[in-house]
């Protein structure tokens, strides 16, 4: 099989969060996002096996309800770190109930109580389905963003979007098609400068 390295390479090295520029009057349509979530659901697994589920919302209401309870989350958080609000931060929440779609990725089960090895084989089960769908996203022209706020939220999201008890949402992406969005790769330290050989900072001439 042909495999075009450069390709994949470019979608996989410039799957930005996209909050701007996004072609809100455009339905993303339910085949196209049917096609991204089954090559999603190719992802690795660890012991949680298939417990991803899928929630679309395209609804105006549970749109709208779900964007005020991000905005909510959004500037508790940055008023509690001081810190002010990025332009493309605003933009994602003046304009959040106007997004096409949004995509709750779930999970049927819960975290284990124990930490660390536990919890990163129940997260581990289901955080690369995600990072997958949004790659998938990519390669059709249709910016995401990867927020996972309303995960502090997980019983009044439960209650818009009727989910039963036991499941949990972990990341939810805002998603639509772009509009004149240039994505380029991020300003990253190398390779060789993050990399250690046989124990940590070791980092051999190349």
């Known amino acids: 099989m042909d495999i075009n ?16 520029k996004l072609d809100f009057d455009r339905p993303v349509e339910r085949q196209v996002l049917f096609d991204c979530i089954n090559v999603a659901v190719q992802a690795p697994t660890g ?3 298939e417990s991803w589920r899928f929630i679309v919302v395209d609804d ?3 749109k709208g309800a779900i964007a005020g309870l991000y905005r909510e989350v959004l500037l ?17 929440i003046t304009h959040l ?5 949004m995509i709750f990725v779930c999970v049927d089960g819960q975290p284990p109580a124990e930490a660390s090895g536990g919890q990163l084989g129940f997260y581990g089960s289901i955080l690369p389905a995600a990072w997958s769908l949004m790659l998938a996203l990519r390669a059709r022209n ?10 502090a939220r997980q019983a ?16 939810m992406l805002p998603v639509g098609y ?6 380029r790769r991020a300003d990253r330290l190398p390779a060789e400068q993050v990399t250690f050989f046989n124990r940590w900072g070791n980092q051999p001439d190349t």
């Open 76 to 92: 508790e958080l940055m008023a509690a770190r001081n810190l002010p609000l990025k332009p493309s931060h605003k933009a994602l």
């Open 156 to 171: 009044e999201v439960a209650r818009i979007l009727a989910m039963p008890a036991g499941t949990m949402q972990t990341v």
């Open 5 to 20: 390295l450069s390709q994949i390479d470019e979608i996989l090295s410039t799957a930005r969060s996209v909050r701007r």
């Open 60 to 62: 105006t209401a549970q």
């Open 97 to 101: 109930h106007r997004i096409p779609a």
């Open 142 to 151: 249709i910016g995401a963003t990867w927020t996972s706020l309303l995960a």
């Open 47 to 49: 012991l949680g096996g």
């Open 178 to 183: 772009t509009k004149g969005a240039t994505l």
